[in-house]
């Protein structure tokens, strides 16, 4: 049975930094487009980062780039996001997840985990 499993969330000072892990298991991440989504309260979903299978390049959005980055480690079907230097707009249930393609990888999703949540106050 395909699944994703999130991890890492938390409470975090604006400024600060914090680390995401997702574990995938029954798919081999290597066959899909995979990466991060999130959602904030009232808002609809916004893609973070998305490795594309055409290329496996990391393909990050306008608001975490520079701040965020992915790391993957496909042996053990598993990947990470580092966050740094976050801000109160980054407070949102973070979903790992796994698609055909990157400009789906929030619309429709193959797989997606739980979600973890990520809040950034003082």
């Not at 995938?24 to 290597?30: A, E, H, Q, T």
């Not at 290329?55 to 740094?84: E, P, Q």
Request: with cysteine; proline share 3%.
């Amino acid at each position: 049975q395909e699944q994703m499993v999130e991890s890492g969330g938390g409470l975090v000072q604006p400024g600060g930094s914090l680390r995401l892990s997702c574990a995938g298991s029954g798919f081999r991440f290597d066959d899909y487009s995979i990466g991060w989504f999130r959602q904030a309260p009232g808002k609809t979903r916004e893609a973070v980062v998305c490795i594309s299978s055409d290329d496996r390049l990391a393909y990050y959005g306008d608001a975490v780039k520079d701040r965020f980055s992915i790391w993957v480690d496909a042996a053990k079907n598993s990947l990470g996001l580092h966050m740094k230097d976050l801000k109160a707009d980054d407070t949102a249930v973070y979903y790992c997840a796994a698609a055909q393609s990157c400009p789906l990888l929030t619309s429709e999703p193959t797989f997606w985990g739980q979600g973890t949540l990520v809040t950034v106050s003082s």
